[in-house]
């Protein structure tokens, strides 16, 4: 029962360094999802996916990209790393719901990104 | 776009004390949900509510989604050591339309409990 794991937990960049941000899930879950955190500011979301081959902006996607290449990997990638992406990053997934009835979102352990 | 608002941002409480966490949202919501999250750990699913005025309970949690359906509680009751983290409500994003499961968090309650 591996659910959601991301990796890497832990990573510091310089500015202007790109990394990618491993997710993988193993329920068969449709949707998923990637999430940054900021102390106070709750869960804000970059990107998402409805399945494979579609992903879609979220609210705060400038300065990332993902792809959706199968249904249980959802990777997120940093180009040009800058300060203001220092944050944790959350990725998430779900089965799809019926209208009002959505399910209950699982999320990895998190990645804590440092740019410095 | 659609907002929504917890508060207070932190509780700091005497173990056997009670705890509530509010959540307003902007708009009608079709469901709200709650997660808590440990410290240093990830969101977990506590529950969710779909109807107006709807009133859950988990042993000591009581949730609550307002009348209107832009409202919603968390109310613990003699609250332990195990029940420190901060707590967050969360809507589905798109208020009129399909919103694919993304949830619009609010910021977040951080209880703490002083044995």
């Known amino acids: 029962n591996a659910g959601v794991t991301q990796t890497p937990k832990f990573r510091i960049l310089k500015i202007g360094q790109s990394m990618t941000l491993q997710c993988t899930q193993d329920m068969n879950h449709n949707y998923m999802y990637w999430y940054r955190q900021d102390p106070g500011m709750g869960l804000k979301l970059i990107y998402y996916?409805?399945?494979?081959?579609?992903?879609d902006k979220g609210e705060v996607p400038n300065g990332y990209n993902v792809s959706r290449s199968t249904t249980e990997d959802f990777p997120l990638r940093l180009e040009l790393a800058a300060p203001s992406q220092t944050s944790v990053y959350f990725c998430?997934?779900?089965?799809?719901?019926?209208?009002?009835?959505?399910?209950?979102?699982?999320f990895g352990q998190g990645t804590r990104l440092t740019v410095v | 776009g659609q907002q929504v608002m917890q508060i207070p941002q932190y509780q700091h409480v005497q173990e056997g004390e009670d705890f509530t966490t509010y959540c307003n949202s902007s708009t009608t919501l079709s469901n709200i949900q709650w997660y808590k999250q440990r410290p240093g750990g990830h969101p977990v699913f506590l529950i969710q509510?779909?109807?107006?005025?709807e009133v859950k309970k988990q042993k000591r949690l009581t949730f609550q989604f307002g009348e209107a359906k832009k409202n919603s509680s968390l109310h613990i009751t003699a609250t332990q050591t195990t029940d420190v983290g901060t707590y967050f409500c969360?809507?589905?994003?798109?208020?009129?339309?399909?919103?694919?499961?993304?949830?619009?968090f609010g910021q977040g309650t951080i209880l703490t409990v002083h044995p």
């Open positions: 969360a809507g589905p994003a798109n208020a009129g339309g399909t919103s694919y499961g993304k949830l619009t």
């Open positions: 996916s409805v399945g494979a081959g579609i992903t």
């Open positions: 509510l779909v109807k107006s005025g």
């Open positions: 998430a997934s779900r089965l799809r719901g019926r209208a009002e009835r959505d399910t209950e979102a699982f």
